[in-house]
């Protein structure tokens, strides 16, 4: 079925765990993430970037249509909407929830862009994600490691002012392949779960370790984004395979498959499965 980003995360949050959000960019990768919710009992969130597939407002009326087939609750998510423009046009096309990402603006501006959308999207029934601090690439991580985290109490504060549902928070992680070791604040997150009322994401999930995502899904962390760790196990699912003849066909199949057996493996890690 399927639902806004509020319906899976306000019993995330209340329960305390997290749900993976995967990034997809085709009809094959999106059949094969709402596979593995089915076969794992779970909700789960598909986040699509605009930059990952330009034509969204033919994507998101399929995948829209493929979530509300589903026995599991699914949240269509706009992942980085970094326009208005873009993130229109996600509603448009049938998402559910819109990640309007103005975390490289001041303070003030974000607030008030952020604003503009929750506005809108709150008028149609449809939820928003905002972000504050910014989550860099993982292939500058060991000089910038330290930049950008979270203020505890400017969060509060951006919640507070705009409105949004669910909140972005940088506490040490990167989007992409990690050139350095991931260094996770888990203070940080604690403090930002007991000052900001509304469920927090993490950004940049891949490569941060099993160990300490599953510890951030018991200490604060509602929605968990992938996508790196994902595309690589489709990759690696195909590659160790024998493709002469005829095997070729199975070109689709095999990645769909390593894709959602990756997938399988972080919603046990987020502790979702069976919710």
């Not at 829209?64 to 046009?89: P, V, W, Y």
């Amino acid at each position: 079925m399927l639902v806004t980003l509020n319906e899976i995360l306000t019993k995330a949050k209340a329960e305390g765990y997290a749900v993976p959000a995967t990034n997809v960019d085709h009809d094959h990768n999106v059949r094969a993430a709402i596979e593995a919710a089915e076969e794992m009992n779970s909700p789960l969130i598909l986040n699509m970037t605009p930059t990952a597939n330009p034509d969204m407002e033919f994507f998101g009326p399929i995948a829209a249509e493929m979530a509300r087939r589903s026995s599991q609750q699914i949240c269509l998510n706009l992942d980085h909407g970094k326009t208005f423009e873009q993130c229109l046009l996600g509603v448009r096309s049938g998402f559910t929830n819109i990640m309007i990402d103005r975390s490289t603006l001041p303070f003030e501006e974000n607030v008030k862009q952020v604003k503009e959308m929750v506005d809108i999207c709150h008028a149609l029934g449809l939820t928003v994600e905002g972000e504050l601090g910014h989550v860099g690439m993982g292939d500058n991580y060991a000089v910038d490691g330290n930049q950008a985290l979270t203020d505890v109490k400017e969060a509060a504060a951006f919640v507070e002012q705009t409105g949004v549902d669910a909140l972005a928070v940088a506490i040490g992680t990167a989007h992409g392949a990690y050139k350095g070791v991931p260094k996770i604040r888990f203070e940080l997150l604690h403090e930002l779960r007991d000052a900001v009322p509304v469920p927090l994401v993490l950004h940049g999930g891949s490569g941060s370790g099993d160990e300490n995502l599953a510890r951030c899904a018991k200490e604060g962390i509602n929605k968990l984004n992938l996508s790196n760790d994902l595309k690589r196990a489709a990759i690696e699912n195909l590659v160790n395979r024998d493709l002469s003849g005829n095997a070729v066909y199975q070109l689709y199949p095999l990645l769909a498959e390593g894709f959602k057996n990756k997938i399988k493996h972080y919603i046990g890690i987020c502790g979702c499965a069976g919710k």
